[in-house]
């Protein structure tokens, strides 16, 4: 009989140093030299290797007890961020989103501007009617990619101030996550999503080292760079017969989920998941969950690598599950709790429960 996800204790304050890190590298979607050497460098004190495809998805590989199939786990890197496009006359730069940006959400906040010579400035998002005291239209401005930009924080009146630090067209912007971790568990910062799943993966991988557990089968645990643009998976290795990814699931009306709660995804805006294999994600669940803290979504203005890899007639069964997160694609809140159960719903798939 496979091992119960109680034994070997879940450690609620590894999870909570190891998401708090995670979110501080640097990974706004298509930029990964940080996140790829700091997750090597995780990965290597775990004892594990680190390989990479083509497409910049990072992998870690672990035989299982059998060999019949290969399963995967995936927990996306990349965070929405901005792309330079230009400049307007003061030398503010115009950007657009990668990902499902909020500009509302990011007004006012900190960034980082990631040069393509490998140098990085500072800025701060700004509506460019930013002040109360100099537009009376500063308070009802839309805010839109067109009504918003990027101003550095240096001595920049001109496009040429901002071309003399290195700063080009095709820049990636990454926001900045500002952290906080809260005595009662939870958690306030940006990039929760997908940084979470990426910090529950990489426990799964420390409990199997320290327990000496083998996954049921040959599992494959992937770490796509372009989840947000939509194509993360969209190529997986063709021995991958099942690929479930974990990310974020959601809080609100149509969600009987709150910030202690993991979630099995049904359906999204790609469509239904794989029949059988939900089935068995939520088996998991309910073998390996506190009860009251998982429950099942369908999730209509959101997706997964998981039916990316689907629909991108990759020849695999497609699942989803995850934290349920407040105020996604924002400053988001969750609760470690909610990290707990999705690692113990993670730890049940890999060793085959549920089926």
Same mark, same amino acid.
């Given at each position: +009989? ?36 700091? !997750? ?11 390989? +990479? ?6 992998? @870690? ?44 959400? #990011?007004?006012?906040?900190? %960034? !980082? ?18 002040? @109360? ?16 930009? @990027? ?6 009146? %001109? ?41 529950? *993966? ?62 099995? #995804? $049904? ?9 059988? *294999? ?5 088996? $998991? ?40 997160? !407040? ?6 809140? $969750? ?21």
């Amino acid at each position: +009989m496979p091992v119960t996800t109680t034994e070997h204790q879940i450690d609620p304050q590894y999870l909570l140093d190891t998401l708090h890190e995670c979110v501080e590298v640097e990974s706004p979607v298509g930029y990964y030299p940080e996140i790829h050497a700091w !997750l090597r460098e995780t990965l290597a004190e775990l004892g594990y290797e680190m390989t +990479m495809d083509n497409k910049a998805t990072a992998y @870690v590989r672990v035989s299982g007890k059998s060999d019949e199939k290969c399963v995967c786990l995936g927990a996306h890197l990349d965070t929405i961020g901005l792309v330079v496009r230009g400049f307007n006359d003061d030398g503010t730069l115009r950007v657009r989103q990668l990902g499902g940006i909020n500009y509302a959400s #990011i007004e006012g906040e900190t %960034c !980082l501007v990631h040069c393509r010579d490998g140098r990085t400035v500072a800025g701060q998002v700004i509506c460019n009617h930013h002040s @109360v005291h100099v537009w009376g239209e500063a308070k009802t401005d839309p805010r839109t990619e067109d009504t918003m930009s @990027v101003s550095l924080i240096a001595d920049v009146k %001109c496009p040429a101030d901002a071309r003399a630090l290195g700063v080009t067209e095709g820049a990636i912007v990454g926001i900045d996550p500002h952290f906080e971790a809260f005595d009662n568990g939870y958690m306030v910062s940006r990039h929760i999503d997908d940084k979470a799943a990426v910090t529950v *993966l990489l426990d799964v991988l420390r409990w199997l080292r320290d327990s000496g557990e083998q996954p049921a089968y040959d599992t494959l645990f992937a770490f796509p760079i372009y989840e947000e643009i939509g194509h993360g998976a969209s190529w997986v290795p063709a021995e991958v017969s099942e690929y479930v990814a974990v990310d974020i699931t959601l809080i609100g009306p149509d969600y009987t989920a709150d910030e202690h709660s993991t979630a099995v #995804i $049904c359906s999204d805006a790609k469509g239904p998941y794989d029949w059988e *294999l939900t089935n068995t994600l939520i088996a $998991c669940a309910e073998s390996a969950c506190t009860e009251g803290r998982w429950g099942t979504q369908v999730c209509f203005h959101y997706s997964t690598d998981a039916n990316a890899a689907y629909v991108h007639t990759n020849d695999l069964r497609s699942g989803a599950f995850g934290m349920a997160c !407040l105020n996604t694609h924002g400053r988001e809140r $969750c609760h470690v709790d909610a990290l707990v159960e999705t690692e113990r719903l993670a730890r049940a798939y890999v060793m085959g429960e549920g089926r």
